[in-house]
């Protein structure tokens, strides 16, 4: 297949390019390398390259040309500085993913990978002893402010036992850049219906791995410790280190993207989630620690702060994503962190794409 890549040069972009090469198919990268996202990165060599803005409908309408499908990974990511940062994610994501869509539905091209991600849970699954599968509503900042960090059942007020979300959970998007992701897939969705085209989400997990952008408020919180450790500082652990997530390697999440793209195509009109991580949560304390031992610098430390766009606990299970497509993880959290440890980061970056 002809596939254009949108972010083709990102981080998680350029994983999927070198999978798709290795697959034996032609990837097509467009990314606009702004400097903010992609400092001293030069143009891809030995591929097709287009320097265009996925909001640019002219430059997008040229790129799709010839091309069979869509691995869209263009976007601004994480959790940003504040809330003046709103504009410019809605921009970035979703003026972005509707200008692609136009554009496929104009080009009659009908299949998209769309990069997900499982911040359109909010909070995870929840178990309470009495009540059973309860939904918590956001932390209070005087609880966190206080240290109680675990959201207690809602009906009791019990310690809740936090599970595995399934595809099938009610969205709850707890901050801008959970908006703008679940946006995307609606928008994705509206254009196959409209279009008779198949859609994937991939809902990525906490993806970490070689070449991830460090020193940058927008980075995932595995570059943060990265970062601090390649200075020589300790890793700030916010909260009490206890929040569970998936971290799920680069090269799988690649490896993810091209199996959607080969597999036989979902239904025409029709968008189908899937979670994409490890299926092996660990704590964001347990992280900090494997990294800060692989790379031999200090130990980190646990500092009690918190930001009100977290969530406690996000782990999903990627069981559909394995026995749809045949996906199994290749790279595991000891050795992943490991190799991270070690790797070279990119400069300083805004947006992936």
């Known amino acids: 297949m002809r596939v254009l890549v949108t972010g083709g040069a990102g981080f998680i972009g350029s994983q999927v390019v070198r999978s798709l090469e290795r697959a034996g198919h032609e990837p097509v990268v467009l990314d606009v390398l702004l400097p903010r996202a992609h400092a001293a990165v030069p143009e891809p060599p030995g591929r097709e390259f287009l320097r265009v803005d996925v909001r640019d409908a002219d430059g997008v309408r040229t790129a799709l040309r010839g091309i069979d499908a869509v691995c869209h990974q263009a976007a601004m990511v994480g959790l940003g500085k504040d809330f003046a940062d709103a504009p410019a994610y809605v921009g970035c994501n979703d003026l972005g993913t509707a200008v692609l869509l136009s554009g496929m539905a104009e080009a009659g091209v009908r299949r998209l990978v769309l990069a997900g991600s499982m911040v359109v849970y909010g909070e995870g699954r929840y178990d309470c002893p009495r009540h059973g599968r309860v939904r918590p509503g956001p932390r209070r900042p005087e609880d966190l402010a206080a240290g109680r960090f675990e959201p207690p059942c809602p009906e009791c007020g019990a310690a809740l036992s936090p599970g595995l979300v ?4 009610p969205a709850d998007p707890r901050n801008v850049y959970a908006v703008t992701k679940l946006a995307q897939e609606h928008l994705s969705a509206a254009w196959a219906r409209s279009t008779g085209g198949s859609a994937v989400s991939l809902r990525y997990h906490n993806v970490y791995g070689p070449g991830m952008p460090r020193d940058t408020p927008y980075a995932g919180v595995a570059s943060l410790f990265r970062s ?18 998936d971290f799920v390697h680069v090269r799988d999440v690649a490896a993810a993207n091209v199996l959607a793209l080969e597999a036989d195509a979902p239904p025409g009109g029709t968008l189908t989630p899937y979670n994409t991580g490890s299926g092996d949560p660990h704590t964001v304390g347990e992280m900090a620690e494997a990294l ?5 610098g200090p130990r980190p430390v646990t500092t009690g702060e918190f930001r009100l766009g977290d969530v406690r606990h996000v782990t999903a299970d990627p069981s559909r994503l394995r026995r749809d497509l045949g996906w199994t993880p290749e790279v595991g959290f000891a050795a992943g962190m490991e190799e991270f440890a070690r790797a070279g980061q990119r400069a300083s970056a805004a947006v992936v794409g």
């Open 166 to 169: 399934g595809e099938d959970a």
């Open 228 to 245: 601090a450790l390649a200075r020589g500082e300790a890793p700030r652990v916010f909260e009490d280190g206890g929040q569970r997530r």
């Open 292 to 296: 800060a031992r692989a790379h031999g």
